[in-house]
């Protein structure tokens, strides 16, 4: 005789999809913030680097970007 064995699958909730947007954005949101933060840097450091360099030829920094070849 033949016996069979019935399994239940527990049921698993599926995740609550306001709760996955909600990580999704906080890691979205550091990643965002480390780009802007070496955008920022980087910029920075070229305007000094051209203020420097504008002390130097006693020229304005527009004027430079603008009339430069």
């Known amino acids: ?3 069979s064995v019935v399994c239940e699958a ?3 909730k ?4 306001a709760s996955k947007r909600a990580r999704q954005a906080e890691k979205r ?12 840097t980087r910029m920075r ?3 000094a ?3 420097f360099h504008n002390v130097e030829s006693n020229t304005s920094p527009l ?3 603008l009339y430069s070849t």
């Open 1 to 3: 005789m033949r016996r």
């Open 10 to 12: 527990a049921t698993t």
């Open 14 to 17: 599926k995740p609550d999809s």
């Open 29 to 40: 949101r550091i990643y965002n913030k480390a780009k802007k933060s070496e955008v920022k």
């Open 45 to 47: 450091k070229k305007l």
């Open 49 to 51: 680097l051209l203020c």
């Open 63 to 65: 004027e430079n970007a």
